[in-house]
């Protein structure tokens, strides 16, 4: 038993390794994603702030109530953008026959998925301290949040990286190329948009509110935006873990099934 596991963790090891060093040394697509939430921070901040900050805060928040109000939904669409890369990885290796060379060789069998999650959450929790530094370098501050509630929301990103990147590498694997892997993981970055990540959903029409209700971000960013600024969560954490640990579970067993099944 104990020569298994550390079997297991020595291959799942090597091949984050592997990972890393790939992004290491092609870092333009790591960096190509992250400028989508930066672009999106820098737009609403300096262009749009003045309009947007009259939606919240009953009307009376200014620019600097606005960057607090957005840099916990941008953080989190970081993390959807970035994984978006782990879709898009695994897909590459399907397609040069790399994993189907894996699966001859005498490594652990889960080696390969497990390097390539573990990389792709530590490139989010990395790209996330990115924009936080420039969130902080534009005005963002969270006085009141205690080093304990700080633990929580790197805690809680890292949660939802886990779940998001589970997600996208059974995308990765079931697509037939890179390109399609990149577009089926396009509602990752899409669904922030729709979520309470720039206006409050209780501003939404009537019939759109659902969707911004119903769905994963919107819990997730409530939650983060509670733990630093002090806002209150209600029921918004339970649900985010939920939906982190459903999204988690299907990731994995929808990935098993791809690797397993060998389509390729």
Known sequence: MSSALSL???DSNTMLRRNLLHAWRYPSGTLNLLLTPIMLLLLFVYIFGDVMSAGIGGGGADRSD????IVPGILMMTIGSTVIGAAMSVAIDMNE????RFRTMAIHRGSVLIGHVVGSVIQCVMSVVLVGVVAVAIGFRSTDATALEWLAALGLLTLFALALTWIAVGMGMASPNPE????????LILLPLISSAFIPAETM??????????????PAIETLRGLL???GIGNNGWITIAWCVGLTVLGYRWSKAVYNRDPR
């Open 8 to 10: 297991a963790v020595r």
């Open 66 to 69: 606005y960057i607090a109000y």
């Open 97 to 100: 026959g790399i994993i189907a």
């Open 180 to 187: 399609a892997a990149s577009n089926m993981a396009m509602p």
């Open 205 to 218: 029409p009537g019939w759109f509110r659902p969707i911004a209700d119903y769905q994963p971000y919107t």
């Open 229 to 231: 600024l002090g806002t």
